[in-house]
């Protein structure tokens, strides 16, 4: 139900790390669904674009974008002008007090950069500015919490994977005990960031998937077992080239399947590690098998979705704590009912029960995922029933708009 006029809030500030990201879907369409559902958006970005292309969602936002010195040094008027009429701001030193204890604990030049930020920020939000929303907890809230101190303006938080696991433990219990109210997209993640906070203020929300976007899914070729080298079986994975996703671990494992099983594997995603995995999988003379298509745009990965027969990431908990919450690509593929190969890390066994709706192996695994996905490859009718269970739970579970209802609900 639409929300009445004596409901809307005044303006809600979101800050972002980057604006517009391809990786970084299930943000542009909550903002999209929120503003579909009354509430006045406006972005407040740290970092420019970086990727070439955009997804169709982030043509329909409508919500000013504003971009803050991604370096102070850049736009030194600016900042100079942020600290200057910070001076007059209710919450100057409240904010400066919080910003100087966090300061003696991280006395990094990021630290400096973000109060700057924040000082630009509360200058340039509107008067009409009800409240600052971050997403991510690590630099994005700490903009955030400086700016809303300085204006004397509530604040909150979504949380989501890196931002959690890689903060120190006294930077996110004082976020949390700040803030008004968290959300964060994995029961895991809750459990853990609640046992953090002394106010009660951890919630659940789910990503979704927006279904309208994602049409019926096609029929599967059952014909591919991968025994008909002019038909191998299509492997497909999305993701940044990053750690955490085990993409090293992959084509090892891909390399270990027997050479009379017939695959071929796809990457989209862009990533720092992308030139090391292709001269991986040429040491390991897999490199014709692989094909690796850099971050695209939302309308070809769906195409890739539609036409490949087993999604396989191979999510890991890195060595700096940095892992997976509940990866979007795996809610999407299923929603394709693409049979989905992964590990049983953080958020992913709240969506894949292995056996019926996916497959799990242990994180770190490398024969184990080397087995299953040879035993994948060569049962056609077994992906089937697997995807279809997945599209059923993802349905079921994480349809976008009830997600995104208890979220305005929240707001």
């Avoid at 969602?57 to 409508?62: A, F, G, L, S």
């Avoid at 500015?129 to 991510?136: D, E, G, K």
């Avoid at 094909?291 to 769906?302: D, E, N, S, T």
Wanted: aromatic share 8%; glycine share 6%; proline share 5%.
């Amino acid at each position: 139900m639409a929300p009445t006029e004596s409901h809307q809030p005044g303006q809600v500030a979101f800050v972002l790390k980057g604006y517009p990201r391809l990786s970084e879907t299930f943000i542009a369409q909550e903002i999209h669904s929120l503003m579909n559902l009354g509430m006045d958006i406006a972005i407040y970005s740290l970092r420019h674009p970086t990727d070439a292309s955009t997804h169709p969602v982030h043509d329909e936002i409508t919500a000013s974008v504003n971009y803050l010195p991604e370096y102070l040094h850049q736009e030194p008027l600016r900042v100079l002008k942020g600290l200057f009429c910070s001076l007059a701001k209710p919450g100057l030193y409240k904010a400066l007090s919080i910003w100087w204890k966090d300061l003696k604990r991280d006395s990094s030049r990021s630290r400096v950069r973000r109060l700057g930020q924040a000082m630009v920020l509360a200058t340039e939000l509107p008067a009409n500015t009800s409240s600052i929303h971050a997403h991510f907890m690590h630099t994005p809230a700490s903009v955030t919490r400086y700016a809303a101190h300085v204006l004397d303006l509530p604040w909150t938080c979504s949380a989501h994977a890196k931002d959690i696991w890689t903060s120190p433990e006294w930077e996110l219990r004082e976020k949390l005990n700040d803030c008004e109210w968290l959300t964060t997209c994995t029961a895991a993640n809750t459990e853990y960031l609640a046992a953090l906070s002394d106010k009660n203020n951890v919630f659940l929300n789910y990503h979704g998937v927006d279904l309208a976007r994602f049409p019926p899914a096609p029929n599967r070729n059952l014909e591919r077992d991968g025994t008909n080298p002019e038909q191998p079986v299509q492997l497909l994975s999305v993701g940044r080239a990053v750690s955490k996703k085990g993409y090293f671990a992959l084509l090892d494992a891909l390399s270990g399947i027997a050479p009379e099983r017939h695959w071929a594997f796809t990457h989209i995603g862009g990533g720092e590690l992308l030139g090391e995995l292709k001269n991986h999988a040429q040491k390991l003379g897999i490199k014709n098998r692989c094909q690796w298509l850099g971050a695209q745009p939302q309308q070809l990965v769906l195409q890739h979705y539609r036409e490949a027969d087993l999604f396989v990431l191979n999510s890991k908990i890195d060595d700096n704590g940095d892992r997976d919450g509940l990866p979007n690509v795996i809610v999407e593929a299923q929603s394709q009912s693409l049979a989905v190969l992964s590990t049983n890390i953080s958020g992913i066994p709240e969506l894949i029960k292995s056996g019926e709706n996916g497959i799990l192996v242990e994180q770190n695994d490398t024969d184990a995922l080397s087995s299953a996905l040879s035993s994948l490859i060569s049962q056609p009718e077994y992906r089937k029933n697997l995807g279809q269970a997945g599209n059923r739970k993802v349905r079921s579970l994480l349809d976008k708009d009830t997600n995104i209802q208890q979220l305005y609900e929240q707001f």
